[in-house]
């Protein structure tokens, strides 16, 4: 199994930037392919960005793309996630999630590992 814990999370003004982290301890990290999710309150979970267990491939839900990017650093066992320009309606609890494979993918269904979840919030 992999253990994974957000870090990151806080208030920002609207226009801002924060830089999330998923650090990650059991096994082998490079074995995971690893997805940012969130969840806004009285919403359902939805993808964020993934990124593939190698780091080449990456994906992200059209709303993220050119502001949010994903990386990941398997020598320090930690994925990030740099959100910039961000929007009152990107407020929410980011959560980071594993599944043992090389690519990552949308549905939250296919990972089976989670964080805790690191709550952000975007003020006007």
């Known amino acids: 199994q992999v253990q994974l814990l957000e870090s990151g999370g806080g208030l920002v003004q609207a226009g801002g930037s924060l830089r999330l982290s998923c650090a990650a301890s059991g096994r082998t990290f490079s074995w995971y392919a690893v997805g940012w999710f969130r969840q806004a309150p009285g919403k359902e979970r939805e993808f964020v960005a993934g990124?593939?267990?190698?780091?080449?491939?990456?994906t992200y839900a059209d709303s993220m793309k050119g502001r949010f990017t994903i990386s990941r650093d398997n020598a320090k066992n930690t994925a990030f996630l740099q959100m910039n320009s961000l929007k009152p309606e990107d407020t929410a609890v980011y959560y980071c999630a594993a599944r043992e494979a090389i690519v990552a993918t949308a549905p939250a269904n296919e990972y089976a590992y989670w964080g805790q979840g690191t709550q952000v919030t975007v003020s006007t």
């Open positions: 990124i593939s267990r190698g780091g080449s491939q990456t």
